[in-house]
């Protein structure tokens, strides 16, 4: 699919995006451990996340959908898969349920589609493999599809090098199948949903700030947890885009019932010390923060991101597109995560800015933009969505078209609905 951007307009428009993408995933994964029936409400119907949902059915759930709510009846046990469990393009699903069926009776392979089979698993299998998991690949067990056989696992005490919710995530679903308590340390708090959703269903957890480190000891399982109730608020990562749309034509996005959740709006913060006029309305406190966010537009500045790397480093691609814009040079620091994700989103970022006409220095672990005025260009986005989607709002100044644009249904299905309130594009499925 090729996305051609033909330009866009001021605006002052109301965005309600899909539901979060990480808390949809949870949903679907945590349920098994759960004692009867979870009750799920604006789960996100993506490709990605429908693909955790199949994998749940596959390991014994049964799964019913009315169209609004998704119940999920846990089995009593999970069950071997007849078939290969296929994550499609989604490193959550297959890293979250490979540190789940670490610890269950079994064995299960996981898979995905050739850009999932590309990136590296070694990140989780071998801290999975370091605790008695079984877990095999190709290139050394590095790549999928991975080959899981499951059983008792023993407790730990892991250090992490790099602060990734998902390597934690898989290491806590292990620890709760592990015969003693375990601790997980990361060099700073990652994004915190898993702790935040299995304490809330009965899970032992406690989270620890020590030595400037963030550490969490988990307990075993001593019963099952109690079945998930929840409401999935809406992504703010998703919304991201559009409070960048908003930035740099000096408009207004109104970005309706996200999660409001310190470890998620880190982005809209570097945002605000661009300069954008950025106001955060709290309506619930429940599982998460939840509420509105109201972005205006104007003349944006030059800022550096170093800090709190783990908690935007989704929304770095579209944050580069205001630095393009912005006064002076942005850079960004302690980003080399970015090179492990759907595609290499720095030099994917630095070659489409490039492109762009934009001054742009790629290094290790970040890059460096020096803002100016964007021109249109042909951009390869390497099936990632994120690139798609951050380099279709740069659009919105200069046009753009992009190439390998069919990614953004896997992520986000209703980013071309919106988009159409903002922008003038076409689609040309004859890639």
């Known amino acids: 699919m090729i996305l051609t951007v033909v330009g866009g307009r001021k605006f002052e428009e109301e965005f309600i995006v899909d539901a979060d993408k ?21 789960y996100l119907r993506a490709e990605d996340t429908m693909n955790s949902l199949e994998i749940a059915k596959a390991l014994g759930a049964k799964v019913e959908d009315d169209g609004e709510t998704i119940t999920i009846q846990a089995p009593k046990t999970l069950q071997e898969a007849e078939d290969v469990l296929y994550c499609g393009n989604s490193g959550t699903t297959i890293r979250i349920y ?7 009776d079994g064995f299960f392979v996981l898979t995905g589609d050739q850009y999932l089979r590309r990136r590296p698993m070694k990140r989780v299998a071998e801290p999975l493999r370091s605790i008695g998991a079984k877990i095999d690949g190709r290139k050394n067990g590095d790549l999928a599809p991975l080959a899981v056989r499951g059983g008792k696992l023993k407790s730990f005490n892991y250090v992490s090098k790099i602060a990734s919710a998902q390597v934690k995530s898989a290491m806590i679903l292990a620890a709760l199948n592990a015969d003693k308590p375990s601790y997980y340390e990361e060099p700073m708090l990652s994004r915190d949903h898993t702790e935040r959703m299995l304490k809330g269903m009965g899970a032992k957890l406690e989270c620890i700030m020590e030595n400037g480190k963030w550490k969490v000891k988990i307990y075993p399982l001593e019963k099952k947890l109690e079945p998930l109730n929840i409401e999935v608020p809406n992504d703010p990562s998703s919304a991201f885009f559009f409070a960048v749309a908003a930035a740099i034509t000096d408009s207004t996005a109104i970005i309706k019932n996200v999660t409001l959740n310190p470890t998620r709006i880190e982005a809209y913060k570097a945002l605000e010390r661009m300069g954008a006029d950025i106001e955060y309305v709290l309506k619930e406190d429940k599982y998460e923060p939840i509420g509105d966010i109201i972005v205006k537009g104007a003349k944006l500045s030059a800022i550096e991101v170093s800090d709190n790397i783990p908690w935007l480093i989704d929304e770095l691609p579209a944050l580069a597109m205001a630095m393009a814009v912005a006064e002076g040079k942005s850079v960004v620091k302690n980003a080399k995560e970015l090179r492990v994700k759907e595609s290499d989103r720095i030099s994917t970022v630095i070659n489409g800015l490039k492109a762009c006409g934009i001054e742009a220095k790629e290094f290790e672990d970040g890059y460096e933009i020096t803002g100016g005025i964007p021109k249109k260009a042909k951009i390869d986005s390497h099936g990632d969505h994120r690139i798609a989607m951050s380099f279709a709002v740069l659009g919105l100044l200069c046009g753009m078209e992009i190439e390998k644009a069919e990614s953004i249904n896997t992520s986000f299905p209703n980013f071309f609905k919106l988009f159409e309130k903002i922008a003038d594009f076409k689609v040309n499925d004859d890639n």
């Not at 490979?98 to 269950?104: N, Q």
């Open 98 to 104: 490979m540190g789940l069926l670490a610890g269950i």
């Open 22 to 42: 990480s808390i949809s995933h949870r949903c679907a994964i945590f349920s098994l451990l759960t004692n009867g029936k979870n009750t799920i409400k604006n």
